[in-house]
């Protein structure tokens, strides 16, 4: 049996080196440019609870609690799970509908899920909406009941305001959130993008025979 030995040209052990270090460096710089970016969002969310009059949540480092025309918000840093990352630290809003959805319903961002995962998944539909279809996956353990939910024309022309680009909808847990994949907007847009989360949450409720606001939020 021969015995292995390092490579007899020492460039060639010169260039592995150099590649492994090239390697650490690339990931220690990407650990840094994501330390940096939660950082600046941050600050950014600390500075928008008190432009919009939120608290900070005692439960949580970097969380705020406010409302905003009556229904409880939730601000803060939370992980997601991103196409082949998981736990992704990104700025998010939630809302609670305050209203019991069928159970288990999501409404997940297309661009967040993985083909094959999509594949092994139960309770998946359309909703025969080409933008909505292009944007979101829906599932659910009742699918008939969703479905339902989904076709109502208010709860379609919400579910169509609700985020775009970087700025990513869902519905999950009986919440309505907002996730920013790049830069947490200023406090004017903010507002704006609350009041779309309330239409999606009012219109749910309005198609569950349940109009009133809600008044509570969690994570």
Same mark, same amino acid.
């Given at each position: 049996?021969?015995?292995?030995?390092?490579?007899?040209?020492?460039?060639?052990?010169?260039?592995?080196?150099?590649?492994?270090?090239?390697?650490?460096?690339?990931?220690?710089?990407?650990?840094? =440019?994501?330390?940096?970016?939660? *950082?600046?969002? @941050? %600050?950014?969310?600390?500075? &928008?609870?008190?432009? $919009?009059?939120? +608290?900070?949540?005692?439960?949580?480092?970097?969380?705020?609690?406010?409302?905003?025309?009556?229904?409880?918000?939730?601000?803060?840093?939370?992980?997601?799970?991103?196409?082949?990352?998981?736990?992704?630290?990104?700025?998010?809003?939630?809302?609670?509908?305050?209203?019991? =959805?069928?159970?288990?319903?999501? *409404?997940?961002? @297309? %661009?967040?899920?993985?083909? &094959?995962?999509?594949? $092994?998944?139960? +309770?998946?539909f359309t909703a025969r909406?080409?933008?909505?279809?292009?944007?979101?996956?829906?599932?659910?353990?009742?699918?008939?009941?969703?479905?339902?939910?989904?076709?109502?024309?208010?709860?379609?022309?919400?579910?169509?305001?609700?985020?775009?680009?970087?700025?990513?909808?869902?519905?999950?847990?009986?919440q309505v959130g907002l996730?920013?994949?790049?830069?947490?907007?200023?406090?004017?847009?903010?507002?704006?993008?609350?009041?779309?989360?309330?239409?999606?949450?009012?219109?749910?409720?309005?198609?569950?025979?349940?109009?009133?606001?809600?008044?509570?939020?969690?994570?």
């Amino acid at each position: 049996m021969r015995n292995r030995t390092l490579p007899s040209d020492p460039a060639d052990l010169t260039i592995g080196v150099a590649a492994f270090a090239l390697i650490v460096l690339v990931a220690v710089l990407m650990q840094w =440019l994501q330390s940096r970016r939660e *950082a600046k969002w @941050r %600050s950014a969310l600390e500075v &928008l609870s008190e432009q $919009l009059g939120f +608290g900070r949540e005692s439960e949580a480092k970097d969380a705020f609690v406010g409302e905003h025309q009556g229904w409880r918000v939730w601000m803060g840093l939370q992980p997601h799970d991103v196409g082949k990352e998981s736990k992704v630290l990104l700025p998010t809003l939630r809302l609670d509908v305050l209203a019991e =959805l069928p159970r288990d319903f999501v *409404a997940v961002p @297309r %661009s967040w899920t993985r083909f &094959l995962r999509r594949a $092994l998944l139960r +309770g998946i539909f359309t909703a025969r909406d080409r933008e909505l279809d292009k944007r979101f996956i829906f599932q659910c353990d009742f699918v008939e009941q969703a479905k339902g939910l989904v076709m109502d024309a208010g709860v379609r022309a919400a579910l169509v305001r609700l985020g775009d680009g970087p700025v990513v909808g869902f519905i999950e847990k009986n919440q309505v959130g907002l996730a920013y994949m790049k830069e947490v907007p200023d406090a004017a847009t903010l507002r704006l993008h609350l009041d779309a989360m309330a239409a999606v949450a009012s219109a749910l409720r309005t198609a569950l025979g349940d109009g009133r606001t809600g008044r509570t939020a969690s994570r």
